[in-house]
């Protein structure tokens, strides 16, 4: 009978995943890494949180348009849940079991910074509802980008000025500054809390400048991907 190769802890494939709050740069950033890491021949797919899977994109349109807002923060925290239990079945774990790399813009410490910290949601709650929908799939890294809101906003609006796009705004968009501010200071406890997993960086600096600080922080990590020893 055929047995599998044992898969070295080395050559193992890893999940990444991106945090912070809103235009920090989390997707410019998760685009870059994906190059990065291509360019030295790991394989590797990005995806995004609410979403990734059709049934899990559902989700994120319903809750995004504002359609969930009075239901609460606890109903929208076991809807992100139900998005991500999708999110893991179809599309994370099967990636990790092939040997492709998973980078995901936001995940579980979403549900934790927006509903609980912020939105006051129960950390009993908030913890049963990761251990669900994670079912054993704790990212093996996590970016959080942090930046003042306030100079997020500002580029974010500058830029779109530049490109001369309207600035609309999600259900989470709107809050008020306060909030945001609030969001920020529930990222940097988690990452107090997960300092194996977590590595804070400012997002305050150039796109270039940001993606050579992620990169050092993700081959600090993962040493092999300096030595090309993806098996
Ligand atoms: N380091 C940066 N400096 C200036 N502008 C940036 C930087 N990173 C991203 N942007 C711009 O800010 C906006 C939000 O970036 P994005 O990557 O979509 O953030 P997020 O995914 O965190 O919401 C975009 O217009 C993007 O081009
Ligand atoms: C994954 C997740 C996202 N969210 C929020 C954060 C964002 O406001 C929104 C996702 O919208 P998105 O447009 O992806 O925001 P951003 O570009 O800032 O990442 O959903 C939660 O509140 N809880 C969650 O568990």
């Not at 494939?13 to 920090?24: H, L």
């Not at 606890?74 to 990636?95: K, M, S, T, Y």
């Not at 150039?206 to 098996?231: C, K, M, N, Y």
Request: glycine share 8%; proline share 4%; net charge negative.
């Amino acid at each position: 009978m055929l047995q599998e190769a044992p898969t070295s802890k080395a050559s193992r494939a890893r999940f990444i995943t991106f945090e912070g709050g809103e235009g920090v740069g989390k997707s410019t950033q998760v685009k870059r890494l994906l190059q990065n890491l291509q360019r030295h021949d790991i394989e590797a797919v990005r995806t995004r949180e609410p979403g990734g899977t059709p049934k899990a994109e559902a989700i994120r349109s319903f809750i995004l348009q504002g359609r969930s807002e009075s239901w609460g923060p606890g109903a929208e925290a076991v809807l992100f849940a139900a998005a991500r239990l999708d999110h893991v079945n179809q599309l994370i774990a099967p990636n990790l079991r092939n040997g492709t790399w998973v980078l995901s813009d936001r995940f579980h410490d979403s549900t934790r910074a927006y509903q609980g910290l912020t939105g006051g949601v129960d950390d009993k709650l908030i913890a049963g509802l990761e251990s669900l929908a994670l079912d054993g799939h704790a990212p093996d890294l996590t970016i959080i980008l942090d930046m003042d809101p306030e100079a997020a906003f500002k580029r974010v609006a500058e830029r779109a000025i530049e490109d001369g796009l309207a600035l609309t705004g999600d259900r989470f968009e709107k809050e008020e500054l306060e909030w945001h501010k609030k969001l920020r200071d529930g990222f940097l406890s988690i990452a107090r809390d997960n300092p194996d997993r977590c590595v804070v960086i400012s997002a305050a600096q150039s796109e270039d400048t940001l993606e050579a600080a992620i990169w050092e922080a993700v081959t600090q990590r993962f040493p092999e991907l300096l030595r090309g020893s993806q098996a």
